[in-house]
């Protein structure tokens, strides 16, 4: 049974770059047939799309977020990585990773979320 | 790429039925047959209910069902019961392996 887990600092400085790490078990990251999904939840909000990644590396993303996004995807280790930059207090959320269908982009599983505050 | 329109919040008795609306654009909802449904309970992550318009992953009820028409897609819940009482998303694919979430539905079961 395919199982993801995020990983990465719950605290973050104003300014500072946040990066998350998701790990995949339980299956291959190196499929044709799926992209790799972050997903994050302000809250007491909704759900926003951050970006997807193929295994072989092409990335898509927010637009609204694109300029401070980068995630890469390290298919030997079999995880993926985020890395959002100068951020701010509107940043702060639980951040979900997840397997994305090809067609359709579905989303499932998800891993639990790990919250990320920006806070100095 | 703006969030796709839902009802803040909806309720129903147990037994009652449910439609939750998902409206967006000809660009995302309206153009494509790939919309999906999520269902968050409290401190969880989401659980995908309904994809690609109307299909259910194995293990959802057939109590679930999702349709759409024009730019307006629908998720309907039928003989509510207690369990049901959670946040739904819609989740529509925009084009180019992007896609627009809604911004979330309260379901409350009376």
């Known amino acids: 049974q395919l199982q993801l887990q995020e990983s990465g600092p719950g605290l973050v400085k104003p300014s500072e770059a946040l990066s998350l790490t998701c790990t995949v078990s339980g299956g291959s990251i190196s499929s044709s047939s799926f992209y790799w999904a972050w997903i994050r939840q302000p809250p007491g909000k909704g759900l926003e799309w951050i970006g997807s990644i193929s295994y072989s590396g092409s990335a898509y993303y927010n637009p609204s977020l694109k300029s401070r996004v980068t995630i890469s995807v390290d298919t030997s280790k079999t995880r993926f990585s985020l890395n959002l930059s100068s951020v701010t207090a509107a940043d702060t959320a639980v951040y979900h990773c997840?397997?994305?269908?090809?067609?359709?982009?579905?989303?499932?599983?998800w891993g639990q979320g790990t919250l990320v505050t920006v806070s100095s | 790429q703006s969030a796709l329109t839902q009802p803040r919040s909806v309720s129903g008795s147990p037994g009652q039925s449910v439609t939750i609306s998902c409206t967006g654009t000809?660009?995302?909802?309206?153009?494509?047959?790939?919309v999906s449904w999520y269902q968050q309970h409290p401190g969880k992550a989401p659980k995908v209910m309904i994809y690609?318009?109307?299909k259910r992953p194995s293990g959802v009820p057939d109590r679930f069902s999702g349709s759409k028409s024009g730019n307006t897609a629908s998720l309907t819940i039928s003989g509510l019961q207690a369990e049901d009482e959670a946040d739904y998303y819609c989740c529509s694919y925009a084009g180019i392996y992007t896609v627009s979430f809604g911004g979330g539905t309260r379901l409350t079961v009376l």
């Open positions: 000809s660009s995302d909802v309206g153009g494509y047959k790939y």
């Open positions: 997840a397997r994305a269908s090809l067609i359709g982009m579905v989303f499932d599983p």
């Open positions: 690609d318009v109307s």
